[in-house]
């Protein structure tokens, strides 16, 4: 079954601060598609990237970077030099290529970045 | 711009009563989505439609029901069997290629809060 685990509820860290929220995802397809969104305050989300099964190279841009290991099943991403604009809920999301339309969605995790 | 509108933002329902919430986008996107938001369970999927007069039931469908008149405008209704109606709902929007449909990104309204009076 396809399942998407955000462990981490909240965070809670200092402005310039480093931080990384970790995204743990199950399936059985060997093609599938992996997301990241931000859902700030104002309730709508934004996707953020896109990763498929096949390229496990990681991602840079600006301070985002995500690390995609399919040996342990995960997809993190980390925000370096946090910023009180990046104070959001972030969504890992997995879908199936075998799934159609359905996405399955993390719990999310609060991201709070106090200046 | 272009972009998804959902209405209102904020939303009131007495007990036994149907409420409509509204759903309208203007990305020309075949695929649209509605998501229930409830705190610490992140979304899940009530139903999505692919094409016009043409919709599926997602994973918590009871309770809700939706139309697809206009490819334009998927509204939701939440009608009075839905007995847990409180919850952030979010409409979605997709343009998925004729392959590889898992790949398509969403894009989101600024969501509607409904709560029970």
């Known amino acids: 079954a396809q399942k998407v685990t955000q462990a981490q509820t909240e965070i809670s860290v200092v402005e310039k601060e480093d931080v990384t929220l970790d995204c743990v995802y199950e399936t059985r397809d060997t093609t599938y598609y992996l997301f990241w969104y931000k859902q700030p305050p104002s309730g709508e989300l934004v996707f953020l990237i896109r990763r498929n099964s096949f390229d496990e190279q990681n991602e840079i841009s600006g301070r985002y970077s995500w690390n995609f290991q399919k040996s342990t099943s995960s997809f993190n991403f980390t925000i370096t030099a946090s910023q009180v604009v990046d104070s959001a809920v972030y969504f890992c999301?997995?879908?199936?290529?075998?799934?159609?339309?359905?996405?399955?969605f993390g719990a999310g995790t609060r991201l709070f970045v106090k200046a | 711009d272009g972009g998804i509108t959902q209405s209102p933002k904020y939303l009131f329902r007495k007990e036994g009563q149907n409420v409509t919430l509204s759903c309208e986008q203007n990305?020309?996107?075949?695929?649209m989505y509605w998501y229930r938001q409830d705190p610490g369970q992140g979304l899940r999927l009530i139903y999505y439609?692919?094409?016009?007069?043409?919709?599926q039931k997602g994973d918590i469908a009871e309770g809700y029901s939706v139309s697809r008149e206009k490819k334009e405008s998927f509204p939701l209704t939440v009608t009075s069997a839905q007995k847990n109606p409180t919850a952030f709902y979010l409409c979605?929007?997709?343009?998925?290629?004729?392959?590889?449909?898992?790949?398509?990104?969403?894009?989101f309204g600024a969501g509607t809060r409904l709560s029970v009076l």
């Open positions: 979605a929007s997709s343009r998925p290629g004729q392959r590889e449909i898992a790949k398509n990104i969403q894009y």
């Open positions: 990305l020309n996107h075949d695929a």
């Open positions: 439609s692919q094409i016009v007069n043409d919709f």
């Open positions: 999301a997995l879908s199936e290529a075998s799934g159609g339309f359905k996405t399955i």
